[in-house]
């Protein structure tokens, strides 16, 4: 039988004392007995820690013996029970590792690293025309950093962290854009550093911390205010200023359509920010009207069809992001205004075609509600492009929302749609169902 450990007083613990408990279960993060976020989660109880028994607390189901300095008078004290050497030897040899993951892919659909996995010494994610979520909270680190390749082609990455990691985003971003979306919080001490280089192009790279619990919040803020305290002593350099991303447009219009031309919106209008709807809309059959009709003709019929547009955008509060010839791109903070919008284009539409039923004007628009990487006065990422292949689906005259949407405005009982259908939408895998919406009177 082992000896038993002897009361010990709860004697309060130094500075000194927490930074060598955080490097020791640094050492088992590497050894991966912890997650990220479960480091995480300890460093805060170890910077929360008053006493010995509370630093025991954070440590008590690893096998790390923890000798604290001694006391004047005394010896050096282990927090642990003495063990057997075999027991030592047992409890001391490294967790079973999973496999290394060098390579995270989406093409043309998603790719995924989440829960409990192993991230290489460097990582690639690939998204192409597809998404990729990469989840660092459950990782198994080894090392002081993690460190992340980017590569989003006309598709989107999204990477999650705990709060209190230090993440450093650098990359080159061409028609697209890369964004960090940390919670302000000062660094906990002893946590690794994600770095993440990020190239897009037509799509974008997102780095972001989770929300968490408000038990777990409360806590961390706590550890991380007695983290700056103890930091704020401690000169630091000033960090290096981040490289700035190359503003351009984020989504692509079909290669037949003339270059993107500047949008028309009210002085002191400013593209909406988090959830958005996006509207695509374009003429039916324009390129064949433009030839049996030439230039001139068809211009004066874009001038009119421009009109009715932007007029009905105005109105119903929607930001137009883009046009490219005979098409527009459209942005609205309310799915519901979105599809008035849509329904009184098409109302105006349909007057004016009754009055001119030689060369009638028949718009077919698509739209769908998510999550937009924002870049100036642009949106890129995978909810652009959805809505975008949705228009493409969609038959003169007719307005199609994806069933995310449709759900969205349903409880208002203002909106009449029609059957649902599944579609094949361009780039993207599986099919995708569709709703058509009523605005006929």
């Given amino acids: 039988m082992l000896p038993t450990e002897p009361d010990q007083p709860d004697i309060r613990v130094s500075d000194a004392e927490r930074n060598k408990v955080v490097d020791l279960l640094r050492e088992q993060c590497s050894d991966g007995r912890l997650t990220l976020e479960e480091f995480s989660d300890r460093v805060g109880d170890v910077f929360n820690a008053k006493t010995r028994r509370e630093l025991d607390a954070a440590v008590a189901d690893l096998p790390i013996p923890v000798e604290y300095d001694p006391l004047p008078g005394t010896m050096a004290t282990t927090s642990k029970t003495p063990q057997t050497g ?3 030897r047992q409890s001391t040899a490294p967790a079973r590792r999973r496999p ?5 892919v989406g093409v043309w659909s998603g790719g995924k690293a989440k829960g409990r996995w192993r991230p290489a010494e460097e990582t690639h994610v690939l998204a192409f025309m597809g998404g990729c979520e990469v989840d660092l909270r459950n990782a198994e680190i080894d090392g002081d950093e993690v460190v992340i390749k980017a590569y989003a082609v006309m598709g989107g990455i999204d990477i999650i962290v705990p709060e209190g990691i230090e993440v450093d985003l ?4 061409i028609m697209g854009g890369n964004d960090r979306r940390i919670k302000d919080v000062p660094r906990l001490p002893g946590t690794p550093v994600v770095r993440v280089w990020a190239f897009s192009l037509m799509g974008g790279v997102t780095v972001r911390s989770r929300a968490v619990g408000e038990a777990r919040r409360e ?8 983290a700056a305290e103890k930091m704020a002593r401690i000169p630091t350099p000033p960090a290096p200023p981040m490289p700035a991303t190359i503003p351009a447009p984020a989504t692509r219009f079909p290669s037949t359509s003339p270059k993107p031309g500047p949008a028309t919106n009210p002085i002191g209008a400013s593209a909406p920010g988090g959830t958005v709807t996006i509207l695509f809309s374009d003429i039916e059959g324009f390129t064949e009207m433009n030839e049996r009709l030439g230039d001139r003709k068809a211009q004066e019929i874009i001038n009119v069809h421009n009109s009715i547009i932007r007029g009905n955008v105005g ?5 137009e992001v883009k046009t490219a010839g005979d098409g527009f791109m459209i942005a609205f903070d309310s799915a519901s205004r979105a599809l008035r919008c849509a329904q009184a284009v098409q109302h105006e539409l349909a007057a004016y075609n009754r009055s001119h ?8 628009m698509g739209l769908h509600t998510g999550e937009a990487i924002r870049d100036n006065e642009d949106f890129l990422g995978r909810t652009v ?3 975008s292949r949705i228009a493409d689906s969609a038959c003169g005259g007719e307005i199609l929302v994806s069933a995310l949407l449709k759900e969205l405005v349903a409880g208002t009982g203002d909106f009449r749609f029609g059957e649902p259908r599944e579609v094949e939408l361009k780039g993207l895998s599986g099919t995708h169902q569709v709703v058509p919406v009523h605005w006929t009177a």
């Fill in 86 to 88: 075999a027991q030592s």
């Fill in 100 to 104: 290394v993951r060098k390579w995270i």
């Fill in 170 to 173: 650098d990359g080159l971003a």
């Fill in 219 to 226: 806590k961390l803020e706590r550890a991380l205010e007695l």
């Fill in 315 to 319: 109105a119903c509060g929607g930001f």
């Fill in 357 to 364: 039923p030689e060369e009638p004007i028949k718009v077919r």
């Fill in 385 to 387: 492009i959805i809505a």
